[in-house]
């Protein structure tokens, strides 16, 4: 007898072999292992690396104040309210938008090349880094958050506009493809010889 979960809502079943069946609890399929599971999120932590840097070199934002138009980047956002002396509006953003997209991604790619080379990492490890990965996932839309109530707080017309950038879609990119590599991915198997 084998034990089989499903990897959707954790019902246990008995099994005589790993054929594929259908969850009765939640009619996901369950399979021994997710079909190229590492190959498809690799590809798409490479998508959302190669997408981070428009997200960081292009305008967030675009402000239009008295028909004047100007446009800032992420990290030019940052030291504007570092010198209007909000540190912690800044500080907020920048772990928001740069450092926790950017830890998540490195993790992801980490675990993920560990398992298609020999790099000396122990699988209790691996799972480490990536139930982190999930943890800090639902923080990294913060910066999308504070666009969208900036602009329809200070929305006023012709007078003062803000609207999101190219770097906002790339940035929005980002964490939906991380999200999705981070949840496609079949972690049994780190546990595989
Ligand atoms: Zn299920």
């Keep these: 007898m084998l034990l089989i979960s499903c990897k959707n809502c954790h019902k ?107 790099i000396k990492l122990r699988n209790k490890n691996k799972n480490r880094i990536f139930k982190f990965i999930h943890l800090i996932g639902k923080w990294s839309m913060i910066d999308i958050y504070v666009v969208a109530i900036l602009a329809s707080v200070i929305q006023m017309g012709e007078l003062f506009n803000i609207k999101g950038g190219l770097a906002a879609t790339s940035f929005a990119l980002v964490v939906i493809l991380t999200m999705i590599a981070a949840n496609r991915f079949d972690t049994r198997i780190i546990w595989d010889d």
């Design 12 to 118: 246990v079943y008995e099994k005589e072999n790993y054929d594929e069946f259908v969850c009765t609890q939640c009619k996901h399929k369950v399979q021994k292992r997710v079909k190229n599971s590492l190959q498809v999120s690799l590809a798409l932590t490479i998508c959302a690396i190669l997408l981070y840097i428009p997200a960081m070199l292009y305008p967030m934002m675009e402000i239009t104040k008295l028909g004047i138009k100007t446009q800032s980047t992420i990290l030019e956002g940052i030291i504007s309210f570092l010198e209007y002396e909000n540190y912690f509006i800044a500080f907020v953003i920048f772990t928001a938008s740069v450092i926790i997209p950017l830890i998540k991604l490195l993790g992801l790619l980490l675990i993920f090349i560990s398992l298609k080379i020999d």
